[in-house]
């Protein structure tokens, strides 16, 4: 049985970071690129970084580029999002998840088998 345990959400002030954690466990997690995806209130679940088995590869949506980032630590089974000089706009509830196949990492949704139950990140202005 898969799980994904997302922790580190909360109420920041603007301009502040925060880092989320993931802890993923049920299956290799070394087989698997990883990824983070957030939903606003009224808003579509969007892409925000994935980063492949072995970090090789990490992929950012233009909206956190430059301020995010994404890493893991295969020995803790564990993915990171450090998000840095945050914004308003970045209010949602950010999930984790797992690709369902092994092979390069990808940014659509359809492409995560697993996800985590979310956690709540609040910006204030």
């Known amino acids: 049985q898969v799980q994904l345990v997302e922790s580190g959400g909360g109420l920041v002030q603007a301009g502040g970071s925060l880092r989320l954690s993931c802890a993923a466990s049920?299956?290799?997690?070394?087989?698997?690129?990883m990824g983070w995806f957030r939903q606003a209130p009224g808003k579509e679940r969007e892409f925000v970084a994935a980063i492949s088995r072995f970090a090789i590869t990490t992929i950012y949506a233009d909206s956190v580029k430059g301020r995010s980032t994404i890493t893991r630590d295969n020995t803790k089974s564990t993915v990171y999002l450090q998000m840095d000089t945050l914004k308003p706009e970045d209010t949602a509830v950010y999930y984790c998840?797992?690709?369902?196949?092994?092979?390069?990492?990808?940014?659509?949704?359809?492409?995560?088998?697993?996800w985590g139950q979310g956690t709540q990140v609040t910006v204030s202005s």
């Open positions: 998840a797992q690709q369902g196949r092994p092979g390069p990492v990808r940014v659509e949704d359809r492409d995560y088998l697993y």
């Open positions: 049920g299956r290799t997690f070394t087989s698997y690129a």
